[in-house]
């Protein structure tokens, strides 16, 4: 069923406007009768942040914005979902057009501004299907708007501790104006100070939610030094390493397109993204698990995010361009990986060339 729904869908998918083509495709999922996936190997289920993950292959937050079709998702095969990003009000975000395609790149552009159903609408939706099982972790910005950016965190941890798997503070999205600003050193550490104290303040009766950071990588080493000593220091659960960048690789071929606005995600940040991992492993040492992303459309790129230190992974972008069976894939390599080295899960896999990658010269 899986193999037909997307041999009918991706063809006409992209052919569309690529916004147009993201709505079709909620659409689809919504009413799709999708049979859940065959049970993972055992080999593949990892167990960080408290939760135990039938395979490490989540979808990003992006896709999902308004947490319309988490169970769809994990029908297809995918070992956690993300939605979001949810802001706590209504916004639309930023005027169209604000999603390209770069073909011949693999890559795509996005500056849709965190466009929110709002956090009432993800929620009642997540209320409705908590009993449902699956991993569902909820993404969170503030709203453009907000005169006070932290408050709006503080108030989605209030808002969804209770019905989120985890929840990821998103401070990397380069299309909120002023909102990376967050990411410096003293902001950070009042952020994570007061959502951390609001994530216990509700323990007693919404239990320990995981919360997880989000960063860019566009960070400086010095900075991400600062970041990382924060986000130990304040305990977290985990990072999300990393969100889309502004920067705009040389080898680019679609470069009318690479002029937008943006941030640029797909096979264009994957040397980025990963050496960021690598960067964020060598200094967390152990204390955090992380979530790598960016760039991965192979099974060989998912496999070089967890010897990078990645714990869990995350896809969007390759799905654009590799369809659906790229989470088939991902999972095929993994095990292929754990049966040449003879090993019985994941854990010795994660890391084992951070260090390699981050004495290597820097990616351009």
């Known amino acids: 069923m899986i193999a037909f729904f997307e041999r009918l869908a991706r063809p006409l998918l992209h052919a569309l406007d690529p916004e147009d083509a993201h709505g079709l495709a909620i659409r689809m999922l919504k009413f799709a009768p999708l049979r859940p996936s065959a049970p993972d190997d055992r080999r593949l289920a990892v167990r960080v942040i408290g939760r135990n993950f039938p395979n490490p292959i989540g979808i ?6 308004n947490a319309e079709v988490p169970d769809a998702l994990l029908r297809l095969g995918f070992g956690f979902v993300e939605v979001g990003t949810v802001t706590p009000q209504p916004q639309p975000g930023n005027p169209r057009p604000r999603l390209f395609r770069l073909d011949a ?6 500056r849709l501004g965190f466009n929110s159903q709002g956090a009432d609408a993800a929620f009642a939706r997540l209320a409705a299907r908590a009993a449902g099982g699956g991993i569902v972790g909820v993404n969170v910005g503030a709203n453009k708007d907000a005169a006070d950016r932290v408050a709006d965190y503080v108030r989605m941890i209030e808002r969804f501790a209770a019905v989120a798997s985890y929840v990821a503070i998103n401070i990397s999205s380069p299309n909120t104006p002023g909102l990376r600003d967050l990411q410096q050193a003293a902001r950070l550490d009042d952020l994570l100070a007061r959502v951390v104290d609001a994530r216990e303040r509700l323990a007693s009766h919404a239990g320990q939610t995981p919360v997880l950071l989000k960063i860019a990588p566009d960070l400086s080493l010095a900075d991400l030094d600062d970041v990382a ?8 659960d985990g990072m999300i390493v990393g969100n889309t960048t502004l920067a705009r690789p040389a080898s680019l071929r679609e470069t009318g397109k690479a002029k937008e606005a943006g941030g640029l995600s797909g096979r264009p940040l994957y040397p980025l993204a990963t050496r960021m991992l690598a960067e964020t492993y060598v200094r967390v040492e ?3 698990p992380l979530i790598g992303v960016g760039g991965i459309d192979s099974g ?7 010897h990078a230190g990645a714990s869990l992974i995350q896809i969007y972008s390759g799905l654009v361009f590799r369809g659906l069976g790229l989470v088939a894939e991902i999972k095929t390599a993994l095990l292929a990986a754990l049966e040449r080295d003879r ?3 994941l854990a010795a896999l994660i890391g084992a060339d951070a260090a390699a990658i981050t004495a290597a010269p820097w990616p351009t």
């Open 300 to 306: 060989a790129a998912a496999l070089a995010k967890f």
């Open 286 to 288: 152990g204390a955090l």
């Open 229 to 236: 000593g924060i986000a130990r220091a304040r305990r977290i």
């Open 60 to 65: 990003a937050a992006g896709f999902d914005k």
């Open 105 to 110: 790149d693999m890559g795509v552009i996005n």
């Open 343 to 345: 090993l019985d899960g």
